[in-house]
């Protein structure tokens, strides 16, 4: 039986999503892989939750899973599995007296981490707000289809929103199957293999910053990213959920190149560093700017700051 | 191990990192490296090196409506070329102070006045840096982004909004939309 195709291996061939279904209501109904003989199948179904892999196990996975990709995708797809680094959290910082709105930032992630191209998501989303608008408690009304010959647009600021990297955050708590967890670097991720797609996290953002896989991800084979994360931007199956993941795949490097958002942004609006280094720039930010969160009263935590540097 | 024995190995594990400090610190100084590393400055394709002209020309001090470079209006603070230029050796700028510095450190000429601004530069919040977080990193000058002459940042075109989900078509197409990200060439 051939899983060439873009869906979750574990899910759509073998179908542990109603396998869960069926023990979460105690039916214990076994959905095992009978009548596949593809031996990859079925250790994509067994495999264990990836905190709980020792070393040889996540390397047999990540076998089997460039694997997978190379005959999919027909491009060789090197897929990492840096853990934290010590004695860092993540933390991010963006200036919106400096935004503009251009949505540079948007399309380079979406480069970076493999978004689907059709349908399409996108991880990073600009609003757009009149001056002197009650914003920050309505941002859901926010214009985000603004398509003017040039930006900004006079009495306009802009504001992007992407998973704010909540240290306190809601959409794990309520996954079913701790598909998403929070790393100790404090970088929110999605395991896509364990992701059944029942979308509770989404519900549970109270930034919309989780986007879910209507389809089968399509993107142009001349615009992957091989260089990937199996916690970040691999290619993702359909139906399963996706969100930033403050570029995983590059800032765990030592050195660790900045997100690429941060590296394209014309106007320098966007700050990253390590929050537990007294000289890093997020400190700085955090330190001498009135830095704010979204939905503070929340309790959600984030490890995003907006501020206006004038 | 007793503290004398441990300061005698700190004694001796030093002197070869102080030995390799001097070397690197006269390396950085033989080297005409500026203190803050930027890519090249944005110049207009073959207008420098200017002493290419001004090698033999006088220096004009008189503010006046120029027959060259005509494509400079400055719409700055209220000065002239010679706040900012050096009129003795035109391959470099002059601070207030009668001190000569590169154009690739052209940061500390606008620090001059814009104090506020280049202290956050310095520290990466305005402005940008790139490379690596927790390594080296580049710096952009403030010319990278602000034209000296006529400051404002320029408008950009936006790139386009998202599919509004109404207009969302889920289909296996063969045409998979590009990045428009590529189109763009700055």
Request: glycine letters at 6%.
């Amino acid at each position: 039986m051939s899983k060439k195709n873009c869906n979750n291996p574990s899910s759509k061939s073998v179908d542990r999503r109603s396998f869960l279904k069926g023990t979460a209501f105690g039916l214990a109904s076994l959905a095992i892989p009978f009548g596949t003989s593809d031996a990859s199948v079925w250790e994509a179904f067994f495999q264990k939750h990836f905190r709980e892999m020792n070393d040889d196990e996540i390397k047999s996975v990540i076998k089997r899973m460039e694997k997978e990709y190379a005959d999919e995708y027909k491009t060789g797809f090197k897929i990492k599995t840096t853990g934290p680094l010590p004695g860092v959290k993540f933390g991010y910082g963006l200036d919106l007296s400096r935004c503009i709105g251009c949505r540079r930032c948007v399309y380079a992630c979406v480069k970076e981490n493999n978004q689907s191209r059709e349908p399409q998501i996108h991880w990073i989303t600009v609003l757009q707000f009149e001056k002197g608008e009650k914003w920050v408690n309505v941002f859901e009304e926010a214009d985000r289809y603004y398509n003017p010959q040039e930006v900004p647009e006079e009495g306009h600021f802009y504001m992007p929103v992407q998973c704010q990297q909540c240290e306190n955050p809601p959409c794990v708590k309520v996954c079913p199957t701790q598909a998403t967890w929070k790393e100790r670097d404090g970088i929110v991720v999605v395991d896509y293999n364990w992701c059944i797609g029942c979308r509770y996290c989404m519900a549970a953002c109270p930034y919309g910053a989780r986007h879910f896989n209507w389809g089968k991800p399509q993107i142009d084979k001349k615009e992957l990213n091989p260089d990937v994360h199996y916690l970040g931007n691999r290619p993702r199956y359909k139906g399963v959920v996706e969100k930033c993941t403050f570029c995983i795949q590059r800032t765990r490097e030592n050195p660790g190149r900045y997100p690429a958002c941060v590296e394209i942004c014309p106007v320098g609006a966007r700050k990253f560093g390590n929050l537990l280094d007294p000289e890093s720039e997020i400190r700085y930010c955090i330190e001498n700017k009135r830095v704010f969160r979204l939905k503070e009263d929340l309790n959600t935590s984030p490890k995003f700051y907006y501020f206006f540097a004038i | 191990m007793n503290l004398k024995s441990l300061s005698k190995i700190l004694l001796i594990v030093s002197i070869p990192v102080i030995l390799l400090l001097m070397l690197s610190s006269y390396a950085a100084s033989a080297d005409d490296t500026t203190d803050y590393p930027v890519p090249p400055p944005p110049f207009s394709e073959g207008i420098f090196p200017c002493s290419g002209c001004h090698a033999g020309m006088e220096a004009n001090t008189n503010r006046r409506e120029l027959s060259f470079h005509e494509d400079i209006k400055l719409k700055h603070f209220d000065g002239w070329c010679f706040n900012c230029h050096n009129p003795g050796d035109r391959d470099t700028l002059r601070l207030a102070s009668g001190k000569i510095i590169s154009f690739k450190e052209s940061e500390y000429l606008c620090g001059q006045c814009h104090g506020t601004m280049f202290r956050d530069w310095k520290v990466g919040v305005h402005g940008k840096r790139t490379g690596f977080w927790n390594g080296k990193k580049e710096y952009r000058l403030c010319v990278h982004c602000h034209s000296p002459h006529q400051p404002g940042f320029k408008p950009l075109k936006p790139l386009p909004p998202p599919i509004r989900p109404e207009d969302s078509k889920y289909k296996t197409s063969e045409t998979i939309p590009l990045n428009p990200l590529d189109s763009i060439k700055e």
